[in-house]
């Protein structure tokens, strides 16, 4: 059975920058999606970025765009979030998901799998 395990929240300053990792354990396929989503206090949880690993399909959520980026190591199926530019509105917590599918989406229903999330505080 396939887990992600996030890492890497905390607490910055705006304008600074994080990094978050996701590692999938236990996977028997190459063919799926990871990704991040955010949930705020009281809000819907929201996609941020998405990539398959065949690297046909990507998402990247507008709000992000030109501040989010990922990166990846293939061997050690571990994703990376660089968070750029962080402004308060950004802080959240930060789930990693997964599934076994060829294209990436931005809503959290197409994900079966879930990590246990990570803060992410951004002071103003």
């Known amino acids: 059975q396939v887990q992600v395990v996030e890492s890497g929240g905390g607490l910055v300053q705006a304008g600074g920058s994080l990094r978050l990792s996701c590692r999938a354990f236990g996977l028997t396929s190459d063919d799926y999606v990871m990704g991040w989503f955010r949930q705020a206090p009281g809000k819907e949880r929201e996609g941020v970025v998405c990539i398959a690993w065949s690297g046909i399909s990507q998402y990247y959520a507008d709000l992000v765009k030109g501040r989010f980026t990922i990166s990846r190591d293939n061997y050690k199926n571990t994703l990376y979030l660089h968070m750029n530019s962080l402004q308060p509105e950004d802080t959240a917590m930060y789930y990693c998901?997964?599934?076994?599918?060829?294209?990436?989406?931005?809503?959290?229903?197409?994900?079966?799998?879930w990590g246990q999330g990570t803060q992410v505080t951004v002071s103003a």
């Open positions: 998901a997964f599934d076994y599918t060829h294209r990436c989406s931005g809503n959290h229903r197409d994900f079966g799998i």
